[in-house]
């Protein structure tokens, strides 16, 4: 494997030079990973890249995803949405779609109301685009706080809980105007110390009466008739040598089912954080993990919808890949909340990013929703009971 070995990107054609003190990011892009909150969000930096009809409070790309989540969500100003996403936003999510501004402010303050103490913490951005064409950025959050207010979670305990969050978003001239968010719920439920199956459950049923049988997070399709799945992996989203060879093994792992290569590509020391806030290390961990979540769903098959790269301070590369995998619950892995193989049909949302050195991936970030995927259970359980009432009734 191959990676891109330099260093932090650097403005180009930029007129205004940035402050004196600039430290960490010396006139360069931010990067999150070794600045604290202060340097993320400076008073006064000219702009370091192409801004264009972005809020002059806003120095670069990354300035702007880190300085605005944190305005709406942790200093509660949620009317910049007015002014940062379009009127026809559409935002996807694990449980359904929103398509529009005021569904997208509503949502924000529901959320703020049922965790007030919540914060939200920068952990990457990966971005790739410019300011005349549009930026796409793949923030990372690490989320922490307390369910100290009556909401969707129902009476407030007083819990604490950690979650990470991905959000996806494409941004021109200061606007989102599509965003894909995941955020592991499953892993605040079970810290909330809330009955799951109850919780799923519920949310099941609010879906069905609104006309719903399945959630709409979009579709692939699955193989079909006896072909194997195709050697090599479409590419056509990919921009660089990297972020082509990091498409080709993840088809190679999940849709061929090689997951050999798994020790082939990850260093032997490899960190995988991952859903339910699992911290697991080595090759070994990875391998369990991967098998663990095709073994729920061994038709199931992965999809990458988007991907993108940047130089790391760290050094190497980090890449953001959103991926849908698709399939049917035919088997055991770690999904256990799923019980016993339903044969239904799910369809998984996920973003991933992995961090490259040295030839090898150091890092996985994977979050998805396992609450989601309940929730598709259950649904699915009560349409088919709804439809054989219909029928008795008949």
């Known amino acids: 494997m191959g990676t891109q070995e330099v260093s932090t990107p650097k403005a180009k054609d930029v007129k205004s030079a940035p402050r004196v003190n600039d430290a960490p990011h010396n006139g360069n892009i931010m990067q999150v990973e ?47 949405i007015y002014s940062h996403y379009t009127h026809n936003i559409v935002l996807y999510l694990p449980m359904g779609t929103i398509y529009n501004r005021e569904d997208v402010v509503r949502d924000t303050i529901q959320r703020l109301v049922s965790l007030p103490e919540r914060r939200g913490m920068a952990t990457h951005v990966i971005w790739n685009g410019d300011d005349k064409d549009g930026y796409y950025t793949s923030h990372l959050v690490t989320g922490s706080g307390r369910y100290t207010q ?13 979650s990470r969050t991905v959000a996806d978003c494409m941004i021109h001239r200061n606007k989102i105007y599509r965003e894909w968010v995941v955020s592991d719920q499953m892993a605040v439920v079970r810290q909330l110390g809330l009955d799951v199956d109850a919780y799923a459950g519920k949310i099941a049923e609010t879906k069905l009466s609104q006309g719903l049988t399945q959630l709409d997070i979009g579709e692939v399709g699955l193989l079909q008739g006896q072909y194997p799945p195709a050697e090599k992996a479409g590419l056509d989203i990919a921009n660089t040598d990297l972020e082509r060879e990091t498409l080709q093994f993840l088809h190679d792992i ?11 590509v990850y260093a032997p020391t490899a960190m995988y954080h991952g859903p339910l806030m699992k911290e697991l290390y080595g090759t070994a961990s990875v391998s369990h993990q ?93 349409a088919d009971k709804a439809s054989a009432v219909e029928a008795a009734e008949a």
């Open 150 to 162: 009556n909401g969707h979670y129902g009476p407030a305990n007083g819990r604490s809980f950690v």
């Open 254 to 264: 999940f849709n061929r089912k090689m997951f050999g290569r798994i020790r082939e």
């Open 34 to 80: 070794r600045a604290d909150f202060t340097d993320l969000v400076p008073e006064g930096r000219a702009p370091v890249q192409g801004m264009e009809g972005f809020d002059p409070c806003y120095s670069d790309i990354v300035d702007y995803i880190v300085r605005c989540t944190h305005k709406i969500w942790d200093e509660r100003d949620v009317g910049l």
């Open 290 to 382: 991967t098998l663990g979540l095709v073994g729920s769903m061994p038709d199931a098959v992965y999809a990458p919808q988007h991907i993108c790269s940047t130089p790391c301070v760290e050094g190497g590369t980090k890449v953001a890949v959103r991926w849908i995998l698709e399939g049917h619950h035919l088997g055991y892995g770690i999904l256990e909340s799923l019980g016993a193989p339903t044969g239904k049909h799910l369809r998984l949302m996920g973003m991933s990013h992995y961090h490259y050195k040295d030839g090898k991936i150091v890092d996985e970030w994977t979050v998805y929703d396992e609450l989601s995927l309940l929730v598709q259970v259950k649904l699915a359980q009560l």
